[in-house]
């Protein structure tokens, strides 16, 4: 059994992508998730030049690199998150929650993060949250507080204030037309 790691998987479109480009391979999956993929096969098994090119071709990449393979399990960790945060889950520690999910020393997985992606954990996971504010507001079915309640922000002045500095645009400029600019999650 073999385990690849690939990198910029962000949502279930991408697992989706992923699966049916390991299953043309003839690649019989066991466990398939953000980033991450264990299949029967033995490494020697696998043509991962042809792979690689594949996911390539898609927007992904086989990842060989230790320290890059954590780095795709925390954002990826990161992601799933953003997801609870999202379903109401409010009170949780970043820190906490990945030393558990990832099974790791949070010093490790901070430090590993920082020296190769040159961000701290924290500011990612704000880019995060910045990046589906903007999808929230771009699909116009919330108020701005109901989107800063949903993004676990104490007030619409925390979540703008947020907003206005990693974005450098207030939330009514981001609304203009020409300014509704999003960042794909993988590109963060």
């Given amino acids: 059994?073999?385990?690849l790691h690939i990198k910029n998987m962000v949502c279930d479109r991408c697992i989706q992508t992923v699966d049916r480009i390991l299953t043309k391979n003839g690649l019989t999956i066991s466990n398939l998730k953000l980033g991450e993929v264990n299949v029967e096969q033995d490494d020697f098994?696998?043509?991962?030049?042809?792979?690689?090119?594949?996911?390539?071709?898609?927007?992904f990449e086989l990842i060989y690199d230790k320290d890059e393979q954590l780095v795709a399990q925390i954002k990826a960790a990161m992601i799933r998150l953003l997801e609870?945060?999202?379903n109401g889950e409010h009170q949780f520690k970043i820190s906490v929650m990945l030393a558990e999910d990832l099974k790791l020393n949070y010093q490790q997985i901070s430090r590993t993060f920082s020296e190769v992606t040159g961000d701290t954990v924290e500011k990612y996971f704000l880019k995060l949250k910045v990046e589906r504010v903007k999808e929230l507001i771009t699909y116009d079915e919330l108020t701005l507080s109901e989107i800063a309640w949903k993004m676990g922000y104490s007030s619409v002045q925390h979540l703008s204030t947020q907003f206005k500095q990693l974005t450098g645009l207030t939330v009514r400029e981001f609304k203009s037309p020409e300014n509704e600019e999003r960042t794909r999650l993988d590109e963060i």
């Fill in 1 to 3: 059994m073999a385990k």
């Fill in 45 to 59: 098994e696998i043509n991962k030049d042809r792979l690689d090119w594949q996911l390539r071709e898609v927007g």
């Fill in 84 to 86: 609870r945060l999202e």
